[in-house]
């Protein structure tokens, strides 16, 4: 059983974990700054595809956090990452943000909307009804579906929006076609996270504020979990899974440490 302190590698979530709408939660400055002086190799990741990373890190620069833009992991790189290996050099329609076409320019993929090998789905602001019949019918002619992420809402200042889910499953049901969901919580996304900093699963652990996300995925890959009481999960939730994360902590001010000795309690 693996222990807080022999933890050499870690995964945590954005959103409720290191920041609140664009405020830094307690502590998120001080353990990314940990996390540097100590050389420990670390992504915060996104189901978020809108954003490249390096506009993550220039909002997260904003906020007052020091995260560079190769230690960002989104479920658009994540997307990528995946359908370069199963085909590389290949085409997709893409309904989606810069965040998400430029992850698959730099995989090599090519835009179409000719005959195209996929059909990738991810989040954006301005969902076309024209682009959704599009999608429908290069899936009936034989494109395979692939969705960022499962997020059938996410928030902003007006309250929850449609999501990537939500248009996953209006094309879903117009085809009778489910798509391969890349993002959390498919465990996949963090084994592509942990392929690209070199971590290993068993010295590696994942932070997240959302049960049904990150610590699913989490246990499903094999990694250390921890659920921050910051965000979405509380004890009530918490209560009604069948798993539980390895630790819960009331936020990421509890990994701070001025003696790595004490890293081990809480």
Same mark, same amino acid.
């Given at each position: !059983?693996?222990?807080?302190?022999?933890?050499?590698?870690?995964?945590?979530? !954005?959103?409720?974990?290191?920041?609140?709408?664009?405020?830094?939660?307690?502590? #998120?400055?001080?353990?990314?700054?940990?996390?540097?002086?100590?050389?420990?190799?670390?992504?915060?990741?996104?189901?978020?595809?809108?954003?490249?990373?390096?506009?993550?890190?220039?909002?997260?620069?904003?906020?007052?956090?020091?995260?560079?833009?190769?230690?960002?992991?989104?479920?658009?790189? #994540?997307?990528?990452?995946?359908? /370069?290996?199963? !085909?590389?050099?290949?085409?997709?329609?893409?309904?989606?943000? &810069?965040?998400?076409?430029?992850?698959?320019? *730099?995989?090599?993929?090519?835009?179409? *909307?000719?005959?195209?090998?996929?059909?990738? &789905?991810?989040?954006?602001?301005?969902?076309?009804? *024209?682009?959704?019949?599009?999608?429908?019918?290069?899936?009936?002619?034989?494109?395979?579906?692939?969705?960022?992420?499962?997020?059938?809402? =996410?928030?902003?200042?007006?309250?929850?929006?449609?999501?990537?889910?939500?248009? #996953?499953?209006?094309?879903? /049901?117009?085809?009778?076609?489910?798509?391969?969901?890349?993002?959390?919580?498919?465990? !996949?996304?963090?084994?592509?996270?942990?392929? /690209?900093? =070199?971590?290993?699963?068993?010295?590696? @652990?994942?932070?997240?504020?959302?049960?049904?996300?990150?610590?699913? @995925?989490?246990?499903? #890959?094999?990694?250390?979990?921890?659920?921050?009481?910051?965000?979405?999960?509380?004890?009530?939730?918490?209560?009604?899974?069948?798993?539980?994360?390895?630790?819960?902590?009331? =936020?990421?001010?509890?990994? &701070?440490?001025? *003696?790595?000795?004490?890293?081990?309690?809480?």
């Amino acid at each position: !059983m693996t222990r807080r302190d022999e933890i050499e590698c870690w995964l945590t979530d !954005m959103d409720g974990v290191l920041v609140h709408e664009n405020s830094p939660l307690p502590g #998120a400055a001080a353990l990314l700054q940990q996390w540097a002086d100590a050389g420990t190799p670390f992504l915060v990741l996104t189901n978020n595809s809108i954003f490249t990373p390096r506009d993550l890190s220039a909002r997260l620069r904003a906020s007052g956090l020091n995260v560079p833009e190769e230690r960002i992991w989104t479920s658009a790189l #994540a997307t990528a990452d995946f359908l /370069k290996s199963q !085909m590389p050099g290949g085409t997709a329609f893409v309904i989606g943000e &810069v965040g998400l076409t430029t992850a698959l320019h *730099e995989a090599g993929f090519i835009m179409t *909307e000719t005959n195209p090998d996929y059909v990738v &789905v991810g989040e954006t602001r301005n969902y076309s009804f *024209e682009a959704i019949t599009k999608a429908i019918r290069l899936l009936l002619a034989g494109a395979r579906f692939i969705a960022t992420n499962p997020d059938a809402t =996410g928030p902003s200042a007006d309250g929850p929006m449609p999501a990537t889910g939500a248009i #996953a499953a209006l094309i879903s /049901k117009a085809t009778g076609m489910e798509p391969y969901v890349v993002g959390k919580p498919n465990p !996949m996304m963090f084994r592509s996270a942990m392929n /690209k900093i =070199g971590a290993h699963s068993e010295n590696t @652990a994942m932070i997240g504020d959302r049960m049904d996300t990150d610590i699913v @995925a989490g246990i499903e #890959a094999g990694l250390y979990t921890l659920l921050v009481m910051t965000g979405i999960s509380d004890e009530a939730e918490v209560s009604r899974y069948p798993f539980r994360p390895d630790e819960i902590i009331s =936020g990421v001010d509890k990994l &701070v440490s001025a *003696e790595p000795v004490e890293s081990d309690e809480i």
